[in-house]
């Protein structure tokens, strides 16, 4: 059964760093673009980040774009979200999502539960 769960989530003070993890299992994990997406109270979900299944390229948006950096880890299954000089804008549930990029797998999409980052000041 194909699963993402998220997890490094917490509180933390305005301008402090913050890593996520996603852990991926069910399926080939290469062959899957991977991105970080969020959703803060009151607003919808937004992709925040995203690299693809070979993990030569990445995109964010511009909220985010020189803080925070998505990297992975085919041999791990694993995709991180390193977010630096954290806002109070950027307290939101943080979710991962995997979207198939072989041929096969195009249309799978999957997404993990969530993990709740909080900025405080």
């Known amino acids: 059964q194909e699963q993402l769960v998220e997890s490094g989530g917490g509180l933390v003070q305005l301008g402090e760093s913050l890593t996520l993890s996603c852990a991926a299992s069910?399926?080939?994990?290469?062959?899957?673009?991977m991105s970080w997406y969020r959703q803060a109270p009151g607003k919808e979900r937004e992709m925040i980040a995203t690299?693809?299944?070979?993990?030569?390229?990445?995109n964010y948006d511009n909220s985010v774009k020189g803080r925070f950096t998505i990297s992975r880890d085919n041999a791990k299954n694993t995709v991180y979200l390193q977010m630096n000089s954290l806002k109070s804008e950027d307290t939101a549930v943080y979710y991962c999502?995997?979207?198939?990029?072989?041929?096969?797998?195009?249309?799978?999409?999957?997404w993990g539960k969530g993990t709740l980052v909080t900025v405080s000041s």
């Open positions: 999502n995997a979207k198939g990029r072989w041929p096969g797998d195009y249309g799978k999409n999957y």
């Open positions: 069910g399926f080939t994990f290469e062959r899957f673009a």
């Open positions: 690299i693809t299944h070979i993990g030569g390229s990445t």
